[in-house]
C-alpha cells in the first residue's frame, strides 16, 4: 500500500486529565474541541466541527459562483445537523440581493458539488435552502 499526499490533515491531543477537551491542530492553527456534559465547554464539539466544514466550504463556493457578475457582498451560510432519522444536514444560504429563479438553481446545483458536501454525501441526507431576506429562492 501506498501513501498518497493528504487532503487534509489534523492531530488531536487529549492530556492524561478527566476533561474531554482536545487540542486540535489543523496545520498551522488550533483549536479547542470539547464535548463538556455540564456547560458549553473549551470548544466546539466535534459535530460542531462538522457542520462548521460544511458551512465554510459551502460560503467559499457561493462567493466564487457568484462573484463572476461581481461583488456578491456578504454570504451567511447556516448549516444544523438534525438528528433524525434520516441525520439530516440541513444547509440555508442567506443572501443580500434577490437571485433570478434559474441563477438560484444553477448556485443550488452548485452547492452540491461542494467538496465537503461530496464526501458527507454516502452517509448523510444535506438539504439546501437559497434566501434572500429571508424567503426561500429555491
Known amino acids: 500500500m501506498t ?12 492530556a492524561a486529565t478527566e476533561r474531554r477537551a482536545v487540542e486540535v491542530r489543523l496545520g498551522p492553527h488550533e483549536v ?10 473549551e470548544g466546539p464539539t466535534p459535530l460542531e466541527l462538522l457542520a462548521a466544514s460544511l458551512a465554510a466550504c459551502s460560503a ?8 463572476r457578475d461581481g461583488d456578491p ?3 451567511t451560510v447556516v448549516v444544523t445537523l438534525d438528528a433524525g432519522p434520516p441525520t439530516l444536514f440541513y444547509r440555508r444560504v442567506q443572501l443580500g440581493f434577490r ?12 452547492m452540491e458539488r461542494t467538496e465537503v458536501t ?21
Open 3 to 14: 501513501m498518497q499526499i493528504p487532503l487534509a490533515s489534523a492531530d488531536a491531543r487529549l
Open 32 to 41: 479547542m474541541s470539547d464535548h463538556a456534559d455540564d456547560g458549553p465547554g
Open 60 to 67: 467559499m463556493t457561493v462567493r466564487t459562483h457568484l462573484e
Open 73 to 75: 457582498g456578504d454570504i
Open 99 to 110: 437571485l433570478e429563479p434559474d441563477e438560484a438553481h444553477r448556485l443550488a446545483d452548485a
Open 118 to 138: 461530496m464526501m458527507l454525501k454516502p452517509g448523510f441526507n444535506i438539504r439546501t435552502q437559497i434566501e434572500h431576506a429571508g424567503e426561500p429562492l429555491v
